[in-house]
């Protein structure tokens, strides 16, 4: 994600899709931790005839967010009505405001790069409540994609 290019040794756990996008779970030998690695990132793959021994379940989801776990965030939004199709495919728990007709979505997610643009692909339908952190974050690349526009 960052545009480095490095060769990894993984044992391959599962596929995941997640975020409209499709991963490889995997034990990553050279970090020695389970990875999510993206299909669409991979060049020059080759296949290693050696065996691994495969984790169990139960490891490998306690394993799965270990990395991330000191960065996970509180994150509570509204969502408006018209992205309804959205909220209910992507978010597990959510409440309708009557009075809105918003939705408000809390969950804990890990603090990572994707979160911004993420939000970004509901457009003008969403508005971030909490935490203020990434209120003001998200809020700055709003004023920064603006100034993109309007300095032509």
């Not at 991963?23 to 931790?33: E, N, V």
């Not at 000191?70 to 018209?82: C, F, R």
């Not at 409540?129 to 300095?151: A, G, H, S």
Request: charged share 35%; proline share 2%; aromatic share 14%.
């Amino acid at each position: 994600s960052k545009g480095e290019k490095t060769n990894r040794r993984v044992d391959p756990y599962k596929l995941v899709f997640k975020g409209n996008s499709w991963y490889l779970f995997a034990y990553c030998r050279d970090k020695k931790d389970f990875r999510f690695f993206k299909l669409t990132r991979m060049e020059e793959l080759a296949i290693d005839k050696s065996l691994f021994v495969k984790q169990k379940l139960e490891s490998a989801i306690k394993n799965e967010y270990v990395y991330t776990e000191s960065k996970v965030i509180e994150l509570k939004l509204e969502i408006h009505e018209k992205m309804a199709f959205r909220v209910k495919d992507e978010f597990k728990e959510y409440q309708l405001d009557s009075e809105s007709g918003k939705f408000i979505v809390q969950m804990k997610v890990s603090k990572e790069e994707w979160i911004i643009p993420y939000l970004l692909s509901y457009g003008d339908s969403i508005k971030v409540i909490e935490p203020l952190e990434i209120k003001e974050e998200y809020l700055r690349i709003i004023k920064n994609i603006y100034q993109v526009y309007t300095n032509e």
